[in-house]
């Protein structure tokens, strides 16, 4: 069984700090894919980032990049320079390159992440 | 920009009533999703369909049906609804042939059943 595991309920940053989201992840398959999604109080969730299991390099996108060890089967949310905008729930999801089975992600509970002025 | 409209935000249905929550995305996407979103749960996959007329169950489908009459258009049905499915619901869809499996998302059914 697939499982993602997100450790931190709650974080809170100082705006212009930088915030580490953690995620550990659970699979026996070889090949997967890592994503994070940011869902702020208007409830719509946003793509920010993936990593893709055979990928060699931390994927980055602008301010947000990730800390992906695979043989620790973690891929943590790095966002420097934090924003007011920042603050949301965050969740981190696996998905399985099955073919078939693409877009059937597995989500953890998520991190409600503030950041204050 | 890829667009998923989710036809109503709100609702409160009373126990025992049949709830149509319905989901209309505009890029042709072949696959669609919905998903059952609870605090300290995260979202769980209900159904999902790669094609019209076709639909898998996920990981939740007890209580629910879906139906695809059309490709742009994934309804998700509860026949009797019960208090226990009150949740936010989130349907999203993706295209074929997609590399990353990144999917895109409506802004979500908060449903209450008395």
């Known amino acids: 069984a697939q499982k993602i595991t997100q450790t931190q309920p709650g974080m809170f940053v100082q705006e212009k700090e930088a915030v580490t989201l953690d995620c550990t992840y659970d699979?026996?398959?070889?090949?997967?894919?890592l994503f994070w999604y940011k869902q702020p109080s208007s409830g719509e969730m946003i793509f920010l980032i993936y990593?893709?299991?055979?990928?060699?390099q931390n994927a980055t996108e602008g301010r947000y990049s990730l800390n992906f060890q695979k043989a620790r089967k973690s891929t943590n949310l790095v966002i420097s320079a934090s924003q007011l905008g920042d603050s949301a729930m965050y969740f981190c999801?696996?998905?399985?390159?099955?073919?078939?089975?693409?877009?059937?992600?597995?989500f953890g509970r998520g991190t409600q992440l503030t950041v204050w002025p | 920009d890829v667009k998923v409209t989710q036809s109503s935000r709100y609702l409160v249905k009373r126990t025992g009533e049949k709830v149509f929550l319905e989901c209309v995305q505009d890029m042709d996407h072949e696959n669609m999703f919905w998903y059952r979103q609870d605090p300290g749960l995260g979202l769980r996959l209900i159904y999902f369909?790669?094609?019209?007329?076709?639909?898998e169950k996920g990981d939740i489908p007890e209580g629910y049906s879906v139906s695809r009459e059309k490709k742009e258009r994934f309804s998700l049905i509860l026949e009797s609804a019960s208090t226990n499915q009150t949740s936010m619901y989130l349907c999203a869809s993706l295209p074929s042939g997609t590399y990353t499996g990144e999917l895109f998302f409506g802004e979500g059914s908060r449903l209450t059943v008395l």
């Open positions: 990593q893709g299991s055979y990928d060699e």
């Open positions: 699979t026996s398959d070889q090949s997967y894919g």
């Open positions: 999801a696996m998905s399985l390159d099955r073919g078939s089975t693409l877009g059937r992600l597995y």
């Open positions: 369909s790669y094609d019209v007329k076709m639909k």
